[in-house]
């Protein structure tokens, strides 16, 4: 029947095929659209995404399994930074690698040459291949894209639950203590207050590199002494997009110390005669920033590599990331109990916190054993 006019609205009615069990014609019948131009689009995607589905008979490819999967990530309400993650990924290892295949006929034994495939593949970004965690990522998304051809009925098994994960060696935690914070601290320049800003914050509030360019005044709270998460900053094609944090439990108060509220009640008054002729809504403006341009992550990137040129070679060179280990050491060192710092992190639960950080707490066996002492 198609498309009709319905109770002053329109009505989609499409011929769905013959019901696997009893044999009889269904129909799918979707009504209520205010608009013919609603209803065509609607029996569009309905006849793209659920009529042209994948017969048993012909090849299931990976694109396909790809473009079902990206619908649950968004029916699912996945943030669109995890999206565009795993965008990135297929097209970088998956794609072309199965571009041929048909994946309903896919083994074990082609799951493990594909594992061997991502080991032998360069590692652009810090040289060499791939390290063992890297692959194992991709092997997680593998699984999740054959999970999909499973529920759907393409599939009957999904032979990389069967491959287990790579080993991953213990990598050593870099981080600076606060003496060596401070020699990094003498490394910046006259101009490049805005970067040794940025990375004061950094090291005083453990805030990852996205939540940590995303602040604005609007997000410090001056009488309370505190900064309100609840925004990060992620990148796609060297493009700014604003999101929320990682997880449910990183939109948080982070309190700050008095030093560090009293230098940037001091840096608002300057920034603000900076850049009153540039920006409308001062409390708008990106805590850091000393011109019309925020800083960003290639920005701040760059601006490090230069001061690691600079720096001795007695200081150690850590990652931006570290500057986050580097928080949390400093406060584990002064007696933090683990829920406080889980918490303050903005991690999921506790155990991520007691994997990242457990090494770093003093080892508490020789009491436990005190403890019984006075038993007898």
């Excluded at 805030?207 to 309100?228: H, K, P, Q, V």
């Excluded at 406060?331 to 999921?348: A, C, E, Q, W």
Aim: aromatic residues 12%; without cysteine.
């Amino acid at each position: 029947m198609g498309i009709t006019k319905h109770n002053e609205k329109w009505k989609v009615d499409i011929s769905s095929g013959v019901d696997n069990i009893t044999g009889k014609r269904t129909r799918h019948i979707k009504k209520g659209f205010k608009t013919k131009a609603e209803a065509e689009a609607y029996e569009a995607r309905f006849r793209i995404f659920e009529l042209n589905k994948i017969h048993h008979k012909e090849k299931l490819s990976i694109d396909y399994l790809y473009s079902l999967m990206v619908q649950e990530d968004k029916a699912a309400n996945k943030k669109m930074s995890y999206i565009i993650t795993q965008k990135n990924s297929f097209n970088n290892y998956f794609r072309e690698y199965f571009s041929k295949a048909d994946m309903k006929k896919i083994t074990y034994n082609e799951v493990v040459d594909f594992r061997d495939y991502l080991l032998a593949r360069p590692n652009r970004q810090n040289g060499g291949t791939l390290s063992a965690n890297s692959v194992n990522h991709q092997m997680v998304l593998l699984k999740k894209l054959l999970d999909i051809g499973v529920k759907r009925g393409y599939m009957e098994v999904n032979p990389s639950k069967m491959v287990k994960k790579l080993p991953v060696p213990k990598a050593v935690m870099k981080y600076y203590t606060a003496k060596e914070f401070k020699e990094f601290l003498t490394i910046f320049e006259d101009g490049e207050y805005s970067y040794k800003l940025f990375f004061k914050v950094l090291f005083f509030t453990g805030l990852r590199l996205g939540e940590a360019l995303a602040l604005t005044w609007e997000d410090i709270n001056f009488e309370e002494s505190y900064l309100m998460i609840s925004k990060s900053i992620y990148y796609y094609k060297n493009e700014a997009y604003l999101g929320t944090p990682k997880n449910s439990h990183s939109v948080r108060k982070v309190y700050i110390h008095k030093g560090l509220i009293n230098e940037l009640k001091k840096w608002q008054l300057k920034q603000f005669a900076l850049l009153k002729k540039y920006e409308s809504n001062l409390m708008n403006l990106q805590i850091y920033q000393d011109s019309p341009e925020p800083l960003s992550k290639y920005l701040v990137t760059n601006k490090k590599k230069q001061i690691d040129k600079r720096k001795s070679p007695l200081l150690k060179k850590i990652r931006i990331h570290d500057f986050r280990h580097s928080h949390a050491s400093y406060l584990i060192n002064n007696g933090i109990d683990p829920t406080k710092l889980s918490k303050r992190l903005g991690h999921s639960s506790i155990t991520t916190t007691l994997d990242t950080y457990s090494h770093l707490y003093p080892d508490t066996q020789k009491s436990v054993v005190s403890i019984f002492d006075d038993f007898e």
